[in-house]
């Protein structure tokens, strides 16, 4: 998720968000008069969004030097969302309304009316931090190593780790070789590179399993990668039913199971001290061992998908399934860490400390130890997270997180436009044409880079990004299919439409983004 730039609310430390926010504004400099202490005409009554016109516009050699809209300090707080139910036609009363006002976009606007300090001209609509805001991104080609191959549509990738762990495997299985067939040689490390692959194929297969579930219960599959400690299927999106989500996580440690067994019934006409016969029995133990460890109860395993999937029948409630899963799987670490040196200590695994490797052997089984408690703990916290993720998504909704914008023509001078946002509490500008159908929409980021003395002859149609067919967005959007429209045509600025065509208002990516991260600090 990209958090860097954007802006929220602002507002002084102590005022509370409106509850229908516009968009994030940015502190701008001190002076000029106070739009507060400003005289205001009486409310006037606004046009319909397809009728209303721009009125004219200012020549060159008498430019009018707008009021701008302002705002408090900057906080790092993201505006608050509204319950679906909330509409935009309660702006407030003493927004601050001129004769020149132009009609805006739309009859229904959100409450934005400008802060109560002095500001200079524009900035509350430019400096919001829009040349840094983006929704949040994921690439839209999955990376991560070495491109495999695409089973059922799916990249699998082996990640750099994989090698480090293939030429850990190849060391260790070669030691063991050569304790039961020491004619090998050197030729025993060739042996045990043919383990190490075969092993990960088994591990790839497990995975597909999780894959080809996923595709028949209609789930997006992003990539499988194949890593230092076994493999992940990257399942964008969880089951819908408690019942999905536990055959889901069950039917990879059942495959290795299967595998285990055929690697058994294989073993059975082949010579047990020979290469295809421990090859075999190596095999069959490895995969059982990846069932065993993956049924265990906890989060990021299998097994942890499982329980959260039982408890979340139980309570209704697939928050209460990950939490539960996680805090088991987190438990499981701390069990990894201390009990695992331990057992392989006492023999467990046969042999004792008095025929392993001595205290050199006791650190390595302690290493590997906190590397695997280490990978279940963070993947407990993460599947936490993505879990508060999925449970806030929803309040995401481009309707509540759109600001008002007003019309201005493409001749129109900058500091007429932004006199006429200022007039009619908008914070975005629309470029449209003589019939009112939108062109473009003029970029903040461009709007701070023009000094104040060169705004009266400055046209908005040179500040403005011509609008494609992407940066149309439905005004019902939200949640999941928000960002996803987004991803897909990434901008600082779209324009909000109903479903009848009629323009609503711009979405700012700094304001999808700072709504983002909000949510994700809100506990679940």
């Known amino acids: 998720m990209d958090v860097s730039g954007g802006s929220g609310q602002p507002r002084s430390e102590n005022a509370e968000p409106t509850e229908h926010p516009a968009g994030p504004t940015a502190p701008t400099t001190d002076g000029g008069p106070d739009p507060a202490d400003a005289p205001t005409a009486p409310p006037e009554t606004e046009a319909s969004p397809r009728t209303g016109k721009p009125s004219p516009t200012p020549s060159a050699e008498e430019p009018t030097e707008p009021t701008e809209p302002t705002a408090g300090p900057e906080t790092d707080e993201a505006p608050e969302t509204a319950t679906p139910e909330d509409t935009r036609a309660d702006a407030p009363a003493d927004a601050p309304v001129s004769d020149a006002a132009v009609p805006d976009t739309r009859t229904d606007k959100p409450t934005d009316a400008p802060g109560t300090s002095g500001e200079s001209e524009g900035r509350a609509l430019a400096d919001s931090g829009m040349s840094k805001g983006r929704p949040p991104q994921r690439p839209k080609e999955p990376g991560g190593g070495l491109l495999m191959g695409r089973p059922f549509g799916v990249p699998v990738y082996v990640a750099p780790s994989w090698f480090l762990v293939a030429a850990l495997i190849t060391w260790v299985f070669g030691g063991q070789l050569d304790r039961v067939l020491p004619e090998l040689g050197a030729a025993r490390y060739l042996v045990s590179l043919f383990f190490a692959v075969a092993f990960y194929a088994s591990v790839l297969v497990h995975e597909l399993a999780h894959t080809v579930a996923a595709i028949r219960f209609k789930l997006p599959v992003r990539r499988i990668q194949l890593q230092f400690f076994g493999g992940v299927s990257e399942i964008e999106k969880e089951a819908e039913t408690p019942g999905r989500e536990f055959v889901l996580a069950f039917v990879g440690p059942l495959l290795s199971l299967v595998l285990s067994g055929v690697f058994y019934l294989a073993m059975q006409p082949v010579e047990p001290g020979t290469v295809p016969g421990v090859l075999l029995a190596g095999l069959m133990v490895s995969n059982l061992i990846v069932a065993a ?232």
Not at 306 to 321: C, Q
Not at 479 to 501: F, K, S
């Open 293 to 524: 460890f993956n049924l265990l109860p906890g989060l990021p395993l299998d097994g942890g998908r499982m329980l959260r999937a039982v408890v979340w029948k139980i309570t209704g409630r697939p928050m209460s399934g990950t939490v539960a899963a996680a805090w088991v799987g987190r438990a499981l670490a701390v069990s990894v860490l201390i009990g695992l040196p331990l057992l392989n200590y006492s023999g467990a695994f046969g042999g004792g400390a008095e025929e392993t490797g001595g205290g050199m052997d006791t650190v390595t089984d302690a290493l590997l130890a906190a590397i695997l408690a280490a990978i279940i703990w963070t993947g407990a916290g993460n599947s936490l997270r993505m879990a508060r993720l999925r449970e806030h998504l929803p309040e995401l909704r481009a309707r509540t997180l759109t600001r008002r914008a007003v019309p201005v023509e493409t001749d129109t001078p900058l500091s007429e436009a932004l006199r006429r946002a200022n007039a009619a509490g908008a914070r975005a500008l629309v470029v449209v044409d003589a019939d009112g159908n939108p062109l473009s929409l003029v970029r903040e980021a461009a709007i701070v880079g023009v000094p104040e003395h060169r705004r009266p002859w400055v046209a908005v149609s040179g500040l403005a990004q011509d609008l494609t067919d992407g940066m149309r967005v439905s005004a019902e959007l939200a949640g999941e299919d928000l960002l996803d429209v987004l991803r897909a045509t990434p901008a600082t600025e779209y324009l909000v439409v109903e479903e009848t065509g009629e323009i609503y208002g711009v979405l700012s990516a700094a304001d999808v983004e700072r709504a983002f991260v909000r949510a994700m600090a809100r506990p679940s």
